[in-house]
């Protein structure tokens, strides 16, 4: 850290000196009136903790100092020392002129002669004067000395922590590029539990979820995503949670996957288990007529056909939807058992129909879950519901960010668990093996 004064006749001036010799980065510790003006304390690479660190017992209060008083109380050591300084190199200076006034220089050299003049000054009250100054000199070395060491130990001591935390992270799953944003947000001097508290926190911040209930506000929603996602009996299980709270007169299903045979006969079992219509959008039947034939419903549910982007009946299925003159909103399925890589090219196949937010299934399959963490988070689609089991309607749940990131970190212990685990019986197998290979040395030894 560089302190140093600046004196001005006005504030402004005084300013003026600071920038232009300390720069914008600069930080003003301290400033009053003196006479002629004004004085003010700078300092560069200032760093609170390590001031703090730095503040003698003596001079702190019964509480903490706040910023203000903090920065004073290192602006006036500073100055206190600088003014020492001051002071002895001015006695040196004295001496010396009084030296050069008394002795006379010698015709056959430009050097004075000293050794004729010893006595009108004392060595011994110079050389208390060089160890007056060396003495403050070293008590400026072993302040910078002292930054220098606490810097570099609260550095290390950061660096264990980050990286401490950035293990957890990497080991639940979280892509490094997130793990790479979040790093910041985890202040200096902070433990690890601190620091990882503040990491949860921010990962249940960072994610998005959709603040009412879907089947509650009424609409038209179409589930997308890919084959075995779950869409089908996540449409059954939301029909369910909404007959059951609101009646089966104001709901209808639609189903648009006529490519595949039978593909629509789960779909059929819910309507006539729940008694509400199915309807099939196919040749004769466009998805917007039978839209318009299900104007009396409050909530329209459309299941779609999981086909591969490559099949030309997938883009003729999106663009019927997308172009709908009703207003559809789009919901993409992931799955929390997808690869990282697999979700992202769905989202980029699916985005084409302007998607409103996703819902993640298979929740109880997961062995981890920051994939889909890392995902949600980069494609910052708000989640609507996830579903842990195949019970209906039970094991649907409106979307929380601070229990998807609870569950991960949950399921992150149990994989810690579980590898400790067959470490440890992996270890006691070689132990085995290695006695049976003992064993059978000494046996095979012994008849030899």
């Known amino acids: 850290m560089k302190v140093k004064r600046f004196f001005a006749a006005t504030m402004q001036e005084a300013l003026r000196l600071v920038r232009d010799e300390m720069g914008a980065d600069a930080v003003i510790l301290s400033n009053q009136k003196v006479d002629g003006g004004v004085e003010i304390v700078t300092a560069l690479d200032y760093d609170e903790q390590l001031a703090m660190s730095q503040v003698d017992l003596a001079d702190k209060t019964d509480s903490a100092p706040s910023p203000t008083q903090l920065g004073k109380m290192q602006a006036d050591k500073h100055v206190r020392l600088q003014e020492e300084m001051d002071r002895a190199r001015e006695k040196i200076s004295g001496v010396k002129k ?100 503040r990491i949860l926190a921010e990962l249940s911040h960072v994610l998005a979820v959709e603040e009412n209930e879907l089947i509650e506000q009424g609409g038209i929603y179409a589930l997308v995503g890919q084959t075995g996602a779950g869409k089908t009996t996540t449409i059954g299980k939301l029909a369910a949670r909404y007959t059951l709270e609101y009646g089966a007169e104001s709901i209808a299903l639609i189903t648009t996957d006529r490519y595949r045979i039978a593909a629509h006969e789960q779909l059929m079992v819910f309507g006539r288990i729940l008694n509400i219509p199915v309807r099939v959008v196919d040749e004769q039947n466009s998805l917007d007529d039978v839209i318009e034939s299900l104007s009396d419903k409050k909530l329209v549910l459309i299941d779609t056909a999981g086909l591969n982007h490559q099949d030309p009946d997938w883009a003729e299925q999106l663009h019927e939807i997308r172009d709908s003159k009703f207003n559809i909103k789009s919901y993409l399925v992931i799955s929390a058992i997808t690869q990282t890589q697999i979700m992202k090219s769905t989202y980029h196949y699916y985005k084409m129909v302007g998607l409103s937010g996703c819902l993640v299934t298979k929740l109880d399959e997961a062995v981890s879950l920051g994939e889909v963490i890392s995902f949600l988070y980069l494609s910052s689609l708000p989640v609507a519901y996830i579903t842990d089991g195949q019970k209906i309607p039970d094991d649907i749940h409106l979307a929380k960010s601070h229990a998807i990131v609870s569950r991960a970190v949950s399921l992150f212990k149990e994989q810690e668990k579980f590898e400790a685990e067959l470490l440890s019986s992996s270890h006691g197998r070689l132990q085995s093996s290695e006695r049976v290979s003992e064993q059978n040395a000494m046996y095979f030894g012994s008849t030899a």
């Open 98 to 197: 009084q030296r050069a006034h008394h002795e006379p220089v010698n015709k056959y050299s430009a050097e004075p002669t000293y050794k004729q003049n010893l006595s009108v000054v004392p060595d011994s009250e110079m050389e208390m004067m060089k160890a007056e100054i060396l003495q403050l000199k070293d008590l400026l070395d072993q302040q910078v000395r002292m930054s220098n060491k606490v810097a570099v130990g609260s550095e290390s001591e950061s660096s264990i922590v980050k990286k401490n935390i950035s293990e957890r992270l990497v080991g639940m799953g979280v892509e490094k590029r997130l793990v790479d944003l979040l790093m910041p947000t985890i202040k200096a001097g902070a433990d690890i539990t601190q620091a990882w508290n």
